[in-house]
Each structure stands twice: as C-alpha cells, then as structure tokens.
C-alpha cells in the first residue's frame, strides 16, 4: 500500500470532522460536502481574526483576551444576521 505524500494542509482533520457530523446523526457524508463544510469553516475563522485584530487595537493591547474573543463573536453573528 502507497502512502499518500500529499500533505492536506487543513483547518480541521477529516475524520474529526466526521466525527462530529456522526455525534449530530449525519452518517453518510460525500467528500465534496466535507470540502464545502471546511471552506465555510476556514471564512468564518478568517473574519473572526479580523474583528479580534480590531478588538485588540480598540483596546490598545497585543495579547488576545476573553473579553475580545466575547466582543468579537457578538459582533460577527450580529453581521450574520443582517446579511440573511
């Protein structure tokens, strides 16, 4: 059997993935809808880090606290919910 030399480099490991789709009673998953499912996944993370960069200049600090992340995902399901 070959290995794969192909380095994924992803956000989440495929099989944890899944993991978690199984855990909410999804069994059968094609592989173009894990793809899907990352990439929506890896946008949000992206403008998360965006509003918590504007979060830590806001506040003048470069340590990443609590409060930011809090701030941040309140602002980022406010957005959300006003593009729906």
Do not use: P
Request: aromatic share 2%; proline share 0%.
């Amino acid at each position: 059997m070959k290995k794969n030399k192909n380095k994924d480099n992803t956000l989440i490991k495929e099989k944890n993935l899944i993991l978690e789709l199984n855990k909410k009673g999804i069994r059968n998953i094609s592989k173009d809808s894990l793809k899907m499912i990352e990439k929506h996944l890896l946008d949000y993370l992206q403008n998360l880090s965006e509003i918590l960069k504007e979060e830590m200049i806001i506040n003048g600090r470069k340590t990443l606290k609590k409060e930011d992340v809090e701030k941040a995902l309140l602002k980022l399901h406010e957005e959300e919910s006003r593009e729906i």
